[in-house]
């Protein structure tokens, strides 16, 4: 069972839409992540936030926007993509940021990109 | 910069039959540790090693880190249908984990 919960579980947009990717945790880890995965290939790292703040931008295009409301929640905000972003978009969390603690993942985001 | 590969891409075996993944990181890591991801699911921690040479067990699964901390195994005895799946190493570093390339195991009754 997942600790981490992502919403949506699916999700179709076109290139001018405006969408925005959730995901919880409740285990008071203090970090938290944005990997993409595409098929056949492992998890890829976009972004890291510690205590809320963005520490890790893996020089990921503008057009996608990450965002951490609270120590709990963690958005991926998406605008004008192109359809070889359509991937599998995983958040984990990890009681603190670096590669020493386990990452737990949600269940993922399928996004396609039409 | 840092790399993280894993050999064979792919193993298929009969079920019963034994399987081994190797991992091997360009740098030294500070630990590994191994996630297992279900088709059509996600990445779920199996485990961590920290110390070089480590040997840790798991019922029938079987790790090990390497001691110069730059490779690690995971070695299946008896795999059973409930294995399959995409086994990827995920070295340490600094601030973030460095994921391998992964093995797809897949197992046949």
């Known amino acids: 069972d997942t600790e981490v919960t992502q919403t949506p579980k699916h999700l179709v947009m076109g290139m001018t839409n405006k969408k925005s990717l959730k995901c919880e945790q409740h285990m008071g880890h203090r970090a938290m992540y944005w990997y993409k995965q595409k098929a056949k290939k492992p998890p890829e790292l976009m972004f890291v936030y510690s205590y809320e703040k963005l520490s890790i931008n893996e020089s990921v295009p503008s057009r996608f926007s990450p965002e951490c409301p609270n120590s709990s929640l963690l958005n991926l905000h998406l605008h004008a993509l192109q359809p070889e972003d359509s991937a599998l978009y995983l958040c984990?969390?990890?009681?603190?940021?670096?590669?020493?603690?386990?990452?737990?993942f949600g269940q993922g985001t399928r996004l396609t990109v039409v | 910069g840092q790399q993280v590969m894993q050999i064979p891409q792919y193993q298929h075996v009969q079920e019963g039959e034994d399987f081994t993944t190797y991992c091997n990181s360009s740098?030294?890591?500070?630990?590994i540790q191994w996630y297992k991801q279900r088709p059509g699911g996600h990445p779920v921690f199996l485990i961590q090693l920290v110390k070089s040479g480590e040997v840790k067990k798991q019922k029938r699964l079987t790790f090990q880190f390497g001691e110069a901390k730059k490779n690690s195994s995971l070695h299946i005895t008896a795999t059973q249908t409930t294995d399959v799946g995409t086994y990827f190493c995920a070295g340490g570093a600094t601030n973030k984990l460095i994921f391998g390339t992964g093995t797809l195991l897949a197992v046949q009754p």
């Open positions: 984990a969390s990890s009681q603190e940021r670096g590669g020493q603690f386990k990452a737990f």
């Open positions: 740098t030294t890591l500070s630990n």
